[in-house]
């Protein structure tokens, strides 16, 4: 099992940068496929990039390919989301999970059993 904490998150303007960060602090994070998930005002929870056990394999939503890079190192338990030129649609709490380890990244909350407390991300225009 895993323990997931989010932080990094804030108010940034439009074309700036984030990076977040999810620790895990109890379990064996490497044996876990991670992903993000932002969930914005309104809306469903929606997939936005993942990254396989090794940190060898990645996927991205289409919005985000280019811009966003999602990362881990192992050593320290920890997955990071690269956040550039960021927009005001990129607005929502995002929240990382792990997943039992996959051939195929998933890319759907289905199948991601543990979950971090989010952390908001807000982009002014």
Known sequence: ?????????GLVQAGGALRLSCADSVGSFSSYDMGWFPQALG????FMA??????????YADAVKGRFTVSRDN??????????????????VYSCAAAPSRIILSRTPVGYVYWGQGTQVTVSS
């Open 1 to 9: 099992q895993v323990q997931l904490v989010e932080s990094g998150g």
């Open 43 to 46: 809306r469903g929870r929606e």
């Open 50 to 59: 993942a990254i396989n056990r090794s940190g060898l394999k990645t996927t």
């Open 75 to 92: 050593a320290k338990n920890t997955v990071y989301l690269q956040m550039n030129s960021l927009k005001p649609e990129d607005t929502a």
